[in-house]
């Protein structure tokens, strides 16, 4: 479950964030996580609910937009359309993801007294 050491990683980010930015309490995170990422969503969720308390982001909001995969070939940038081979038809040369393995923190909703 490596959920749980993304949630881990994700809460020290947001500590990290919160002293740069003078923050003393998180309200919600915005997290995009794409489709082929390999993260089980209810379990991040959990992990989530489970590893926020006691830290900044005790009582936060998991905010989830989840990003489909898309493919494209490198050299002339044609699009793959859901469950086509993944090889050029003009070209030849294979596909690239161009996204959908992402996990981005977005966006941190805090309080902080000075901004």
């Not at 995009?32 to 969503?41: Q, S, T």
């Not at 609910?49 to 009582?59: A, L, P, V, W, Y």
């Amino acid at each position: 479950m490596h959920e749980y050491s993304i949630v881990a990683s994700l809460i020290d980010r947001v500590q990290q964030e919160a002293v740069a930015h003078g923050g003393t309490r998180v309200h919600r995170l915005h997290v995009k996580i794409g489709e082929l990422a390999g993260v089980e969503l209810d379990l991040l969720k959990t992990a989530f609910d489970t590893f926020r308390e006691k830290t900044i982001c005790d009582g936060a909001e998991l905010a989830i937009d989840t990003v489909s995969a898309a493919w494209a070939c490198p050299v002339c940038n044609r699009s793959f359309a859901k469950g086509a081979i993944l090889r050029c038809d003009a070209c030849g040369q294979p596909a690239c993801m161009v996204r959908g393995d992402e996990i981005i923190l977005e966006r941190i909703e805090m309080e902080a007294p000075d901004v």
